[in-house]
């Protein structure tokens, strides 16, 4: 009776306020409980079709999905004498033996044809080869043996759409996600497909339910930015464009050029907006375009609005790249960092930025930016770094505290490979041969490619008595010609602008 009640009150508030995230996020949490999962579903769509931000409706929906494809009836293949012959080709193509697999996908289907698991994994995997024509063929007869597929659907819409068969691409895609609603690449996929051929509220929907199904991908952030582009929704595209830039995932490739194109064209007539020209350089700074083209729209925005804190520190950022292209932009990447600190005191990464700027010519002043960066951002593995490399530099401070920051660094990041190799080296400056030695050998583990790694560790093996193990490490380490400290420390910082991390800052 509590929960009728709810549903009526909860009801009579949306249709009187259409237009409140909270009231329809309400709703949709109170049918999920009452089991009514195609109702919680659209009320949560249209939660974020309100307000696409909305963290708690991408939650909502992904639950209702979920609930709603474990109540649905799973196919159950009837057994196959090759069962066993399908589960080891299975395993041989996880491991990457898709020869092997296809072999034993081959002998398999010789003895039982209507094995539409065979079909659709051997389909799959001449699709990944670019096989497409008899990758169609498996994955259609698959389909055909066994209709409620949602696996093989998703795989042949996948070959029809990469053979410029878009209609039968899409067709395919939406029988993938109605057998499956959990399907979230299925549903990223479909709604790529289906802002490619515009239809934008289609896009919007199933972009949608694959952000609350997967983990942070920047391609479907990004596809969502074009499709509110496209319907003109300048606020929302940048919200979407900014969280593309800040997804930890980069796979797919984002459609950079057409997201790029669509800022370009709503731009053109909304030409006041600085936090959309600062969001343009993000873009075509990922992209990889030319550093003037980059500094363009970072100084634009600079003009409509001189205190943006962030767009001075993106255009700081790209000075540093010039500086390595041997251009003498140093002096005013100091500026454009200064000028974002003078504005936001609190902007840890600006003072970052500044602080390894300052390295190479200012060490006192280099560690207080970069210990004001650690008081401000404790997490920041970038700053903690430079700070450790500030420290070996200084006299006043010495190895010791280097090394302590460079322990607390590699424990942060176990991963990175430059954490380790910085440590090994200051432990090999201080004496403390062993230890140096392993943190070296797990750099050079970490990132093959580094040839100071691989030098520095010949240097370790040299003294630790090593010579052939040593002679060997150090031409490695000559061949692969390692960079220098300070290019190392700017382009650490590059990298943190490729990846859009600095966050933008919203328009009042």
Same mark, same amino acid.
């Given at each position: ?49 309100? $307000? ?6 991408? !939650? ?11 109540? @649905? ?6 057994? %196959? ?39 659709? *994994?051997?389909? !799959?995997? *001449? ?28 795989? /042949? ?13 899409? %067709? ?6 109605? /057998?499956?609603?959990?399907?979230? %690449? ?5 709604? @790529? ?27 479907? !952030? ?11 929704? /300048? ?13 930890? %995932?980069?796979?797919?490739?984002? $459609? ?60 700081? *950022? ?93 424990? @942060? ?9 910085? /440590? ?85």
């Amino acid at each position: 009776g509590d929960l009728e009640a709810a549903l009526l009150h909860l009801r009579r508030t949306a249709k009187g306020e259409p237009a409140n995230a909270s009231v329809q996020y309400q709703l949709g949490q109170t049918l999920r409980q009452a089991g009514d999962l195609s109702g919680a579903i659209v009320a949560f769509d249209k939660t974020l079709e309100i $307000d696409p931000e909305l963290r708690e409706g991408y !939650y909502g929906l992904g639950l209702a999905l979920r609930q709603q494809s474990a109540s @649905m009836p799973k196919p159950s293949p009837p057994a %196959s004498p090759v069962d066993e012959k399908y589960s080891k080709a299975q395993e041989a193509a996880t491991s990457g033996d898709l020869n092997r697999a296809k072999d034993l996908l081959v002998e398999a289907l010789r003895t039982d044809e209507r094995h539409a698991r065979a079909h659709n *994994l051997l389909g !799959y995997i *001449l699709g990944q080869e670019g096989d497409l024509e008899f990758a169609r063929n498996h994955l259609e007869r698959a389909v055909k043996l066994q209709p409620d597929y949602a696996d093989a659907h998703y795989n /042949l819409g996948v070959a029809f759409w990469y053979s410029s068969s878009k209609e039968k691409a899409i %067709s395919e895609l939406q029988r993938s996600v109605r /057998l499956d609603p959990a399907a979230g %690449s299925s549903q990223a996929f479909l709604g @790529m497909a289906l802002r490619e051929t515009g239809d934008w509220a289609g896009a919007r929907l199933n972009l949608q339910h694959a952000i609350a199904l997967l983990p942070p991908t920047a391609a479907t !952030y990004i596809d969502l930015g074009i499709v509110y582009l496209h319907l003109g929704n /300048l606020d929302r595209a940048l919200g979407q464009l900014e969280a593309g830039l800040n997804a930890p %995932s980069s796979l797919p490739a984002p $459609d950079w050029d057409s997201a790029i194109a669509g800022l370009r064209d709503l731009l053109a007539r909304n030409q006041e907006r600085a936090d959309a020209h600062n969001l343009l350089g993000l873009l075509l700074g990922r992209k990889g375009a030319d550093s003037t083209e980059v500094l363009e729209q970072f100084r634009e925005a600079i003009r409509l609005r001189p205190d943006y804190t962030e767009a001075h520190n993106n255009t700081g *950022l790209v000075l540093i790249g010039l500086v390595l292209a041997q251009n003498d932009e140093d002096e005013k990447a100091v500026g454009e960092f200064r000028e974002a600190v003078r504005i936001n005191p609190d902007y840890a990464d600006a003072h970052a930025n500044l602080g390894a700027t300052l390295l190479a010519t200012d060490v006192d002043q280099a560690i207080a930016e970069l210990e004001r960066a650690v008081s401000l951002d404790p997490e920041s593995v970038k700053a903690q770094l430079n700070l450790a490399e500030a420290y070996g530099a200084s006299p006043s401070r010495g190895t010791a505290k280097q090394i302590e920051l460079l322990r607390k660094v590699t424990s @942060m990041a176990p991963a990175f490979a430059r954490a380790h190799l910085e /440590l090994g080296k200051a432990l090999l400056h201080d004496g403390q041969l062993t230890e140096a030695i392993s943190k070296l050998q797990k750099a050079a583990r970490l990132d093959p490619e580094s040839g100071e790694a691989h030098y520095q560790l010949g240097l370790g093996l040299e003294r630790a008595g090593k010579p052939e193990e040593a002679r060997v490490e150090v031409q490695k380490g000559r061949e692969l010609s390692a960079a220098d400290e300070r290019n190392q420390n700017a382009a650490l910082d590059i990298s943190t602008f490729r990846r859009g991390v600095p966050p933008l800052e919203k328009e009042n």
